[in-house]
């Protein structure tokens, strides 16, 4: 159990469901000839999922002594296994993942695409190891990674099977993700400050120069708001030239209960908090805006689908 907690199992189980509702509630749905087969993307899953893991798992080795001032009653690493066996778990997490990756590039054609998973594992480790330790650089990082895990689905689904003759509309669809992509990047930009906001005791201890480090708490909370004001603005400007203009009521009732509504009580918390406990419920909260925001890829689908 308590490896489960260090690879943030609920985190990845997450991220596998959200590749999942892009496959089957968009792509299938919008009836575009896709170029993997189901074990194809299901490594796709896989491979995504065991280098997120390993991501997780050498962070907490490099912010063992940080995590005992932030949150002591979560170190598993030297408390429950030993620092050699988490760099093992890393190792084989990782290789494993790169290994589904270069099979899945193979297997499309593609063997160059395999540089990404590659390049993904380095991002992780290198960001883990030194580039949190640059204000906001880390944060952005952080922040891409979950894009490209949306963006790879396009890149291994969509880009293998398109040709002169279905360029428009495979170029449509992938646009589309890539707004998803943009979206959950301002949102886990925003999500990864509020966490060094909450963390920022024992970076100080640690001498981590995170953003709120640098600028300060309060002049980070701020850049944070308007961070997360802005994807706010766009959305209701989405809803009212692409969703109420076609009619498409169920997906705009999803918008507003599941993402508008969230955020702005999110853009409420980060306006008010002081304590740590306020910037925990705001990061976790952040976590299922992005969640249900890339779920509204299916509600939205079904909509047009099912629009009279």
């Known amino acids: 159990m308590k490896i489960l907690q260090l690879i943030r199992y609920k985190n990845l189980l997450l991220l596998a469901l959200m590749q999942f509702v892009i496959r089957f509630g968009y792509l299938e749905q919008i009836q575009i000839p896709l170029a993997l087969y189901y074990w194809q993307y299901a490594l796709l899953i896989l491979s995504t999922v065991l280098i997120a893991a390993g991501g997780y798992v050498i962070n907490d080795v490099f912010d063992q002594d940080a995590d005992e001032i ?131 005791e024992g970076d100080k ?30 959305l209701f400007y989405y809803l009212y030239n692409y969703l109420y203009s076609n009619n498409l009521f169920i997906g705009i009732l999803y ?9 702005i009580f999110s853009l409420i918390l980060i306006w008010k908090a002081k304590e740590k406990k306020d910037y925990t419920k705001c990061s976790q909260l952040l976590k299922w805006i992005i969640f249900f925001g890339i779920l509204s890829i299916w509600v939205i689908t079904y909509n047009i689908k099912h629009h009279a």
């Open 70 to 200: 932030n949150k002591p009653e979560k170190v598993i690493i030297g408390t429950y296994l030993s620092e050699s066996s988490a760099y093992n778990l890393y190792a084989g997490l990782t290789i494993s993942g790169v290994a589904c990756g270069f099979v899945l590039a193979n297997s499309v054609a593609h063997s160059n695409f395999a540089i990404i998973f590659v390049l993904i594992a380095s991002l992780l480790y290198f960001y883990a190891s030194s580039l949190k330790q640059i204000p906001f650089l880390g944060n952005i990082l952080v922040a891409s990674i979950l894009a490209i895990s949306v963006l790879i689905i396009g890149v291994f689904d969509i880009f293998p099977n398109t040709f002169e003759i279905n360029q428009q509309e495979m170029s449509i669809a992938f646009l589309i993700l890539w707004d998803y992509a943009k979206f959950a990047f301002m949102l886990n930009l925003v999500r990864e400050i509020i966490k060094d906001i909450e963390d920022v």
């Open 205 to 234: 201890i640690q001498e981590i120069k995170t953003l709120p480090i640098v600028i300060g708490i309060k002049n980070s909370n701020r850049f944070a708001f308007a961070l997360l004001l802005a994807p706010l603005l766009y």
């Open 255 to 263: 918008m507003i209960i599941f993402v508008i509504a969230p955020m």
